[in-house]
């Protein structure tokens, strides 16, 4: 593993269905991020962790929900899927969630699309 | 209310000209500002950044100027390369916030074709 993966690469899924979009990164960074992409709208960050252990809402976090067990990992749960989550989401890491002067590093992107 | 905007969804350039995306921003707290680049089916990358006490920061073909105030922030890439074609997303922060305030708020993006 480098970097960030995230599984599975796409998946289509029925309303109502429950769904564990999976993220891990082997770089050892503090926080971690999930982020869903639609057109005209950018990026749009659901969820954050500074640290293992902790979260804590983002922008658009309705509908989803996280856990960070321990430093790799970060799963996104949509408990009850429904069409206007379909989107591309992708996850993101960076050194330290407090520092104010650090990038982000993005995987591949998971595209969900929910009927 | 988008807090970061980017007005122009595509942007058409001859291969060795000059590119240049803009990103305007409303709130005042943001005082970090970051361009990242994606490729198709691929997640974005981290371009260059600037902080607000400088106005201009520069990485090889890749310059960043903020006008403050303005709340505006411009990349600059001379010369283009056809490589160069991608989305650039701008993103912003404030840094003296806590929370959720404190992460990064990203534009919608520019698609920047490079013509050969």
């Known amino acids: 593993i480098a970097g960030i993966t995230q599984a599975p690469t796409s998946q289509i899924l029925a309303a109502g269905r429950r769904m564990t979009l999976r993220c891990t990164q082997d770089?050892?960074?503090?926080?971690m991020y999930w982020y869903r992409q639609d057109l005209g709208l950018g990026l749009r960050l659901i969820h954050y962790?500074?640290?293992?252990?902790?979260?804590g809402k983002g922008e658009v976090p309705d509908g989803y929900s996280v856990s960070r067990a321990n430093t790799d990992d970060f799963p996104l749960t949509l408990a009850s899927a429904v069409p206007s989550q379909t989107s591309v989401y992708f996850c993101?890491?960076?050194?330290?969630?407090?520092?104010?002067?650090?990038?982000?590093?993005f995987g591949p992107g998971t595209r969900l699309t929910v009927l | 209310d988008q807090q970061v905007k980017q007005n122009s969804p595509s942007l058409s350039v001859q291969e060795g000209r000059i590119s240049i995306l803009n990103c305007d921003y409303t709130?005042?707290?943001?005082?970090?500002f970051l361009w990242y680049k994606k490729y198709p089916a691929e997640g974005p990358t981290f371009l260059i950044s600037?902080?607000?006490?400088?106005d201009k920061n520069e990485d090889g073909r890749f310059t960043v100027f903020l006008n403050k105030s303005a709340k505006h922030l411009s990349l600059h890439i001379v010369p283009s390369q056809p490589g160069d074609s991608a989305v650039y997303f701008c993103?912003?922060?404030?840094?003296?916030?806590?929370?959720?305030?404190?992460?990064?708020?990203f534009g919608s993006g520019t698609q920047l074709t490079v013509l050969p």
């Open positions: 993101a890491s960076s050194p330290s969630g407090r520092a104010s002067y650090n990038e982000q590093f």
């Open positions: 770089m050892r960074h503090n926080a």
């Open positions: 962790s500074n640290t293992a252990g902790t979260t």
């Open positions: 709130n005042s707290m943001f005082d970090y």
């Open positions: 600037i902080s607000s006490i400088k």
């Open positions: 993103a912003a922060k404030a840094t003296i916030s806590s929370g959720s305030a404190r992460q990064l708020t």
